[in-house]
């Protein structure tokens, strides 16, 4: 019930949405880059240029084409675990300290069955996103978009996710880690990510949402004095 509050609350802000400011992140969709001929193109850390806007900070992820699966946006998405668990950044910049921003991303998972050393045990994938000292850590259960084989992947039930957060300084980095196994080639994935200005009137709905979110609420708790 309070999700969907939290959603129905989201829904009402994000309707305004010529009212939020400009995208800050730089190639949020991943669809900037290299030619990729066929299903994927695998990056190895650490690595700050083949994806523009981005470094691969640990092991390696999958710049993943919709030959293999379909992105939520574009045509590309990321496999934060290429073979092993990797973690991603960028510092996104033109924040105003004090101002109240939204992180909104869509988050599914790979779904293929077979094959994984990890094996079909692995069907929760865990991701940790972190931005302005508040970290928040996310489950997707790939159990309901099961596919045998990998291409050709007809739904990856794409689900979009929220995070509000106060600027702190200037430029803030904003990481994504994989917490799965580190030697599973199948992990969360992430595309069309976002980050924009909450314009004062907005800011009072989502004080409300966030009121009502007990993800978050533990979220502010953890964060560093
Ligand atoms: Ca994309
Ligand atoms: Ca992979």
């Known amino acids: 019930m309070k999700t969907a509050i939290r959603s129905l609350l989201f829904t009402a802000v994000l309707a305004t949405g010529n009212a939020l400011g400009a995208n800050l992140v730089t190639n949020g969709s991943f669809e900037q880059g290299p030619p990729i001929p066929g299903r994927l193109l695998t990056i190895n850390a650490p690595d700050g240029s083949t994806l523009p806007g981005w470094t691969v900070a640990s092991n390696d992820l999958e710049i993943v084409t919709n030959v293999e699966w379909p992105a939520a946006d574009g045509s590309r998405s990321i496999d934060l675990n290429g073979v092993t668990n990797a973690s991603m950044y960028q510092d996104v910049g033109g924040l105003n300290v004090g101002s109240s921003y939204l992180l909104s991303f869509a988050l599914s998972g790979n779904p293929y069955v077979n094959g994984d050393p990890v094996g079909t045990a692995?069907?929760?994938?865990?991701?940790?996103?972190?931005?302005?000292?508040?970290?928040?850590?996310?489950?997707?259960?790939?159990?309901?978009?099961?596919?045998?084989?990998?291409?050709?992947?007809?739904?990856?039930?794409?689900?979009?996710?929220?995070?509000?957060?106060?600027?702190?300084?200037a430029?803030?980095?904003l990481l994504f880690a994989s917490l799965d196994p580190f030697n599973s080639t199948r992990g969360p994935a992430i595309d069309n990510v976002s980050v924009t200005l909450v314009p004062e009137p907005a800011v009072l709905w989502l004080a409300a949402a966030w009121a009502v979110a007990p993800r978050w609420r533990r979220t502010v708790a953890s964060r560093p004095k």
């Open 122 to 169: 692995d069907n929760v994938k865990n991701l940790r996103v972190s931005i302005a000292g508040v970290s928040t850590d996310l489950e997707f259960d790939v159990a309901p978009y099961h596919w045998p084989t990998p291409a050709l992947v007809p739904n990856m039930g794409w689900r979009t996710e929220n995070m509000i957060f106060v600027a702190t300084n």
């Open 171 to 173: 430029t803030e980095r």
